[in-house]
């Protein structure tokens, strides 16, 4: 999950906005109607396929067992399918759930522990195998095998979704048959669950092309070792079978992807793009180059390149569902004063988080808080967890920037350590932005405290490393981010909790923990007021103990060629984007 976070934000933001969250529709009915009423509507002429370009990063798998990175991700929402699917809808201007592989959402039980899916007969791997609920049942038994402990395997029993006894089966101590996943016939896949969850959650967790999707079981096993630990699938265009809206036509490892309709798939009547082509370019400014040369059809802008386009009526702008923060070792064995929330209070309110933000990211906004402005409390209307009354009431003012209290913080912490501090911030080597916020607070930090009392070392290191560090305690101060689900702000809490593998932080509170298993597995599930009063608890739990101290909350600024015509009409949607796929593209010349 880190490692999803880290290239989210730091390394293919544009891969993100423009693939990730891009895609849709425009409505095959539509489409005929406007034909119809006037023939003399001068709407773009088709002359040949639809093509979308776009720069992306580099992939190391597309198993969709072990894929770690956003890239891997957007990658496989193109080529691999799902039970259900998240589109935009023109009607409501707003998300909707359809059936993609179900013929529509699933039914339920009375209690709401078992789910039924209804599969769509006919639907077909790309090389023309039949596709059904056994191949769904197989999936999931493969993704929750013990042998092969795929990283993704805990998303079936330590997430938001529980199914029955896949823990278990993960740990070997049941056998498959006693899992609640099963496929009743070809048609039919019954999903049985620990405890009954909302709707939007059962449905996110069956929804775009993650672990979830189907992997088909002949290349599966093809690609087996002897003592089916691992298996090849999804390393090369042979072993990676589609199953999505779209196939490979080409897959030049690093270098070029090239997609097309996969004519199987049910999505095809939703997407309104043929072909996609993406060139793998990791560097920010040669993406801007190639949109310049008109050689891709969008790009993320963020610092000078902003500045170039700022004015430009053309930029669109998304958020994010993370809020980039600085950790602070709390648990030092080596320097006793990173230990006193007293010190760690100084840190908080002696950061210009509007600096950061505005001066040096250009496109963020200053962030003292946890949970991002993105996440989404009360789905069915649309409504943020930070627009809330119980949210806003917690936030301190003037965005948490208050040199008095900063200082006042500071002396008592100097005071019960006292001699100098020498205070070492790391961050990633190959983000120019996040080295000139380093350095940044680095001056603002030694202003403020007295740099006879205070000494901050600066240290560029891979971000791979800045977050073992982190994980290891070997830190004092660290850049880093967690991203999450925009439909369930409690579900993202989890990586502050004290049993999360990749914890990346030293905070540890059993009343947190506490709250966290009220939002997500126990009481406070269906109560919507009370879970809202716990996410504000757990958010001032954090902000009091000050495990890292938030700065800012990317605001991602995009543009897109004159040939792209949003069907949001640049309008970010939650859950959706700008719907890029389901959007009209003008032919290229």
């Not at 993650?210 to 072993?239: H, L």
């Not at 900063?406 to 005071?415: L, M, Q, V």
């Not at 990586?495 to 030293?506: A, L, M, N, P, R």
Request: proline share 4%; glycine share 6%.
């Amino acid at each position: 999950m880190k490692r999803y976070l880290s290239l989210l934000l730091a390394i293919i933001i544009m891969a993100s906005v423009l693939v990730g969250c891009g895609g849709k529709e425009v409505a095959p009915e539509a489409e005929t109607e406007v034909e119809e009423v006037d023939e003399t509507t001068e709407k773009p002429v088709k002359e040949g396929p639809t093509i979308y370009r776009v720069a992306a990063s580099k992939t190391a798998t597309l198993n969709p067992h072990i894929y770690e990175t956003t890239a891997e991700s957007d990658t496989m929402a193109f080529i691999f399918g799902n039970l259900l699917d998240l589109i935009y809808d023109e009607d409501i201007d707003s998300y909707k759930f359809i059936g993609n592989h179900a013929v529509d959402v699933p039914t339920k039980n009375e209690d709401g522990t078992i789910w039924n899916f209804k599969l769509k007969e006919g639907l077909k791997w790309e090389d023309g195998d039949p596709l059904n609920a056994n191949d769904y049942e197989y999936s999931y038994k493969m993704l929750l095998d013990p042998k092969l402990k795929n990283m993704r395997g805990p998303q079936v029993f330590d997430a938001d979704v529980v199914v029955v006894n896949a823990k278990k089966y993960w740990d070997g101590e049941c056998e498959w048959e006693d899992v609640g996943i099963r496929a009743l016939d070809d048609y039919t896949l019954e999903v049985t669950i620990d405890f009954p969850v909302p709707e939007m959650d059962l449905y996110l967790a069956f929804t775009g092309g993650g672990a979830s999707s189907p992997v088909q079981e002949k290349i599966y096993e093809a690609g087996m070792n002897e003592d089916r630990t691992e298996t090849n699938y999804g390393t090369s265009m042979e072993t990676t079978p589609s199953s999505g809206p779209y196939k490979f036509e080409e897959w030049i490892r690093d270098q070029n992807n090239i997609y097309v309709r996969n004519e199987y798939s049910p999505m095809t009547e939703i997407y309104n793009v043929d072909r996609i082509e993406s060139r793998v370019v990791e560097d920010a400014n040669t993406r801007v180059q190639l949109f310049e040369n008109n050689d891709i059809d969008g790009v993320a802008l963020s610092g000078a390149n902003y500045d170039k386009y700022a004015e430009d009526p053309r930029l669109v702008f998304s958020k994010t569902t993370s809020v980039w923060s600085m950790f602070v070792n709390m648990t030092s064995e080596t320097k006793s004063f990173l230990r006193d929330v007293n010190f760690r209070k100084a840190l908080f309110y002696a950061m210009d988080r509007k600096a950061i933000a505005e001066d040096i990211y250009k496109t963020a906004a200053p962030a003292p808080y946890v949970v991002s402005s993105a996440k989404i409390a009360v789905p069915s209307k649309g409504l943020a967890y930070r627009d809330t009354d119980i949210a806003k009431n917690i936030l301190p003012q003037n965005d948490g920037y208050d040199l008095e209290v900063a200082k006042e913080y500071f002396d008592k912490a100097y005071e019960a350590y006292g001699k100098k501090m020498e205070l070492e911030i790391q961050y990633f080597d190959n983000s120019e932005n996040m080295k000139r916020t380093a350095e940044f607070l680095e001056q603002e930090y030694e202003n403020a405290f007295g740099a006879e009392r205070l000494d901050i070392v600066l240290r560029g290191v891979p971000w791979q490393n800045a977050y073992d560090n982190m994980e290891n305690g070997n830190y004092d101060c660290g850049f880093g981010a967690w991203s999450g689900g925009v439909f369930n702000p409690w579900s993202s809490m989890e990586v502050y909790t004290q049993g999360f593998t990749s914890k990346i932080d030293q905070f540890k509170n059993d009343e947190f923990d506490k709250l966290f298993e009220r939002t997500v597995r126990g009481d406070l599930i269906f109560k919507e007021e009370e879970r809202l009063q716990a996410l504000a608890e757990m958010e001032e739990m954090l902000l009091d103990a000050v495990p890292f101290v938030p700065m800012y909350e990317p605001l991602t600024t995009s543009i897109f060629a004159d040939r792209v015509h949003l069907i949001t009409e640049g309008k970010y949607v939650p859950g959706i984007g700008f719907a890029t796929l389901q959007s009209e593209f003008d032919p290229l010349d």
